[in-house]
């Protein structure tokens, strides 16, 4: 059971540069998420997702897109790199609230993106 | 806003004594409280929460954690620290809608010989 796989795990962006950050997970959970940590400032909600074909803004929504053709997928798409979005990126995904697992989120490894 | 406060940086305790990473929640309505670890490199994995029920929760790798609402904390303990122990933690707060999680700022516990 691989869990929540995110792809590339690092990668350096010029400035203006566009890219996807891929997330895919095989746990059928209906609530994908994507996060950024930045040093000393925790977690902050970037976008999620609570099931295919419905996404909504997080905390910091700037400058990101996202879609959710699937279930198992929920890419993050940098249109214009900037320097403010050099960070690392979590995907995470979860069950709905209700269950056993209600607010349990399952992390991918992350991805380092630094913008040049 | 619902929000999360972790007042320690950092915190050091040596291996084999007791240990405690506090944390302090702002909500409205009754919360829903986490506490995850990051170890180097890694995403965040889940430790434990308190839901309802007895405010006292365990979780993973002997930790432990009290829920106290008169005085709006969830604090993580544990009773004997190991080497091993030694990571970010982070005290998270349900949001309500879709599980999203609002997370604090992280505490680095260094447990040392």
């Known amino acids: 059971n691989a869990g929540v796989t995110q792809t590339p795990k690092f990668r350096i962006l010029k400035i203006g540069q566009s890219m996807t950050l891929q997330c895919t997970q095989d746990m059928n959970h209906n609530y994908m998420y994507w996060y950024r940590q930045d040093p000393g400032m925790g977690l902050k909600l970037i976008y999620y997702s609570v099931g295919a074909g419905i996404t909504d803004k997080g905390e910091v929504p700037n400058g990101y897109n996202v879609s959710r053709s699937t279930t198992e997928d929920f890419p993050l798409r940098l249109e214009l790199a900037a320097p403010s979005q050099t960070s690392v990126y979590f995907c995470?995904?979860?069950?709905?609230?209700?269950?056993?697992?209600?607010?349990?989120?399952?992390f991918g490894e992350g991805s380092r993106l630094t913008v040049l | 806003a619902q929000s999360v406060a972790q007042p320690e940086d950092q915190v050091n305790v040596a291996e084999g004594n007791p240990l405690t990473v506090k944390c302090t929640y702002s909500v409205s309505g009754n919360p829903y409280l986490f506490w995850y670890v990051q170890y180097p490199n890694r995403g965040l994995q889940f430790l434990l929460k308190?839901?309802?029920?007895?405010?006292l929760v365990k979780g993973s790798y002997g930790f432990e954690a009290e829920f106290n609402k008169s005085q709006t904390s969830f604090h993580l303990k544990k009773p004997s620290a190991l080497v091993s122990d030694s990571a970010l933690y982070f005290c998270?707060?349900?949001?309500?809608?879709?599980?999203?999680?609002?997370f604090g700022t992280g505490t680095r516990l260094q447990v040392t010989l």
């Open positions: 995470a995904s979860s069950a709905p609230n209700g269950g056993p697992l209600t607010g349990e989120l399952f």
């Open positions: 998270a707060v349900n949001t309500g809608t879709a599980s999203k999680l609002t």
């Open positions: 308190y839901i309802t029920g007895d405010n």
